[in-house]
């Protein structure tokens, strides 16, 4: 009988702590994807090659002089015109290997790598 008390009073406890934490937002949902930039300077994307994991939402900032536009070569993103200072950004969902070029300068070019599980950017 004593044990069974003792028991429930474990519980009632951790129930108890488990609701203050959750109040308090020591519980939070699941780490956000890290995020990722690379950007566009001198006919040059910096990183040329980035690898990330899937979630992560890369954007894409137009430091140049001149607009750049982004298309990736399976046609799964594409940005309008950006203009000094313009951003572009898209998450990567699946992981996989996405080129990418300039549609304005098409000699400018650039790979994301995706990798799976938890997100965190890695610039190679």
Same mark, same amino acid.
């Given at each position: 009988?004593?044990? %069974?008390?003792?028991? &429930?009073?474990?519980? +009632?406890? !951790?129930?108890? %702590?488990?609701? !203050?934490? !959750?109040?308090?937002?020591? %519980?939070?949902?699941? @780490?956000?994807? @890290?995020?990722?930039?690379? +950007?566009?300077? &001198?006919?040059? =994307?910096?990183?040329?090659? !980035? $690898?990330? *994991?899937?979630?992560?939402?890369?954007?894409?900032? &137009?430091?140049?002089?001149?607009?750049? #536009?982004? #298309?990736? &070569?399976? *046609?799964? =993103? *594409?940005? *309008?015109?950006?203009? $000094?200072?313009?951003?572009? +950004? =898209?998450?990567? @969902?699946?992981?996989?290997?996405?080129d990418y070029f300039c549609s304005m300068h098409p000699h400018m070019t650039g790979t994301i790598v995706v990798e799976s599980g938890k997100a +965190?950017?890695?610039?190679?």
């Open positions: 009988m004593r044990a %069974l008390f003792i028991r &429930n009073v474990i519980l +009632s406890v !951790l129930f108890l %702590l488990a609701i !203050l934490a !959750l109040e308090t937002g020591h %519980l939070s949902a699941p @780490a956000r994807a @890290a995020d990722a930039t690379v +950007s566009i300077d &001198n006919f040059t =994307f910096e990183p040329q090659r !980035l $690898t990330v *994991k899937a979630g992560t939402t890369v954007t894409w900032v &137009n430091q140049d002089d001149i607009p750049h #536009a982004l #298309a990736s &070569n399976a *046609k799964v =993103f *594409k940005s *309008k015109a950006l203009d $000094t200072d313009d951003k572009f +950004s =898209f998450t990567f @969902a699946t992981p996989g290997i996405y +965190s950017a890695i610039d190679q």
